[in-house]
């Protein structure tokens, strides 16, 4: 079973072979280089490879070191280890082509030596950002060369990894989606520059399968690899040639075809970052606003004037993208101009999709809180009725018009919600309630609240007793006192003295700050001390 293995030494893209023979015996090659440090490809004798699995690549970051062992991939498997872009140098290399011929042989590539300073300000304009861009720029030149000659095949998903270091601030949710916009950012700005025959630009899930992965041991790494085996073996390498031809080739071809696609003019270079920078900017401000409400929307709120804001939010945002790349507007005839427009329509759809997020789960808590009020007040009325013995129509008639308070107040608040521009509106939400509200309605006479306040209304007149002949008046005071300091709940007390008619209750429990307790006092600290009086008279 032959094993091969390339790894990055220093700024090479080289070739380690090691065969297996039988009995066991193994033997090892030296380090082949391939492409040394300036960028130039070796003229010697370039290495095969037999094996029957996949080709796994591994992109490494010159000014990072990194703790992938690659050593411990499956034996069937080929890894290709080449080192990424850098921020200075004019080699081929440096420019990331290396990184991009290998991944363009692979069936899995991971992506290694992102370190947190380089998520702080977004993927783009690191290191890791200029390797990803001459790598997708790879991958679409290759696809529309298939366009050009009208091949059937098309490109396979490719598995994408990208290892990054776990965040201190446990908010490593967030940082994944924020890394997924960077990298469909990215993608956006190399197709952009790739002249393909669909009439859309592809999208970043039409090449790659990205998983963004969180390592902070040795145990992580070896996951991630026995990941990319796994992905490289269903799909193997077919070429004609050698795996090492197979790269020189593509090294060449990229030095001349897309190195002039990653280097556009400086004018429109300049308006492509700047429709990038607009669109991070406006839509960091957005997002920020969207977590505001949607805490809000989690614990069962809704937004004030939400229409309203919202509307405000999404017109701000795309008049000010507008403003700010206006001067990539007058670029015609270059890929700027209708990058600007995918931008900006790309700008449109997340937040109108964030809005209609929001929107929904406001309705939901609109309509959850006033059947709750609703229910209360048939409950109410079920049993204050002076004749307990009218008949079910008769309490229809009764409640009617708390029927269309209800149907009204809901009404009046959806108004506030609702954004006619985005065909939100509050017709179909009134007419779903409406419904739920009648049905409410109907069912409530044999609900399990209603009967059980009729079962304690039987059970109250069969267990009256006789008046007495001699009355009497006693009155008592009851205090009931509460203190909740700080804590979760982990002391808890309660203490209570009699005399007489009198009762005096005190409990201690250290839970103000249980997420639990702070939902019942609707989002806000409990306070530390809480007395409750209560006057009782008892009349004979």
Known sequence: MARIICKAALAMLVLAISTSVPFGVEGAAAPFSLIDGKGIVSSGSLPSWNGKGGVVTVLTSPDTPDALNIEEADDNILVVSSPGATLTGNSSLSKGNGA?????????????????????????????????????????QKRQQQQ?????????????????????????????????????????????GVDTEE?????????????????????????????????????????????????????????????????????IAAAILACDDAFARHYRVARAKFASWKARAIRGLWVEKFGLTASALLSRSVESYDRDTLPAAGLSGSTAAPYRLQMRAKLQARMQSSIRELYTEQVANLEKSSLKKFEAVLLRKWKNREDKTVGTQAFYDETAATLRTA??????????????????????????????????????????????????????????????????????????AMIRPDGYGTFQGFAGYQLGGNNIICGFANDADSPDVISQFGGVRPPFVRIQPKLKVDIE
């Open 148 to 192: 050009q000659q009208q091949l059937s095949e098309n490109l396979e998903q490719q598995k994408l990894f990208i290892t990054i270091p776990s965040s201190d601030d446990d908010d490593d949710d967030d940082m994944k989606s924020t890394i997924r916009d960077d990298l469909e950012a990215i993608f956006d700005s190399a197709a952009a």
């Open 199 to 267: 009439d859309t630009l592809l999208s970043l899930d039409d090449l790659y399968d990205v998983e963004i992965v969180t390592v902070t041991t040795d145990a992580d790494m070896k996951k991630v690899m026995d990941m990319a085996s796994e992905a490289a073996s269903k799909s193997p390498y077919t070429g004609s040639t050698s795996v090492a031809s197979a790269i020189t080739d593509a090294y060449n071809k990229l030095n001349t075809v897309v190195s002039e696609l990653s280097e556009p003019p400086p004018s």
């Open 100 to 140: 991009a011929a290998a991944a363009l042989v692979s069936g899995s590539i991971v992506v290694t030596g992102i370190t947190q300073s380089d998520l702080e300000y977004g993927l783009d304009d690191t290191r890791h950002g200029h390797t990803l861009t001459q790598l997708f720029s790879s991958r679409l």
């Open 407 to 480: 149907a009204f107040n809901f009404d009046t608040i959806m108004e506030d919600l609702a954004i006619p521009s985005l065909g939100l509106t509050k017709a179909k939400a009134s007419a779903e309630y409406n419904i739920k509200l009648n049905t409410a309605l109907l069912s409530f006479p044999d609900s399990p609240a209603a009967r059980l306040s009729s079962l304690q209304k039987v059970k109250t007149v069969v267990n009256k007793e006789k008046k007495p002949t001699e009355r009497s008046v006693d009155i008592g005071l009851d205090l009931v």
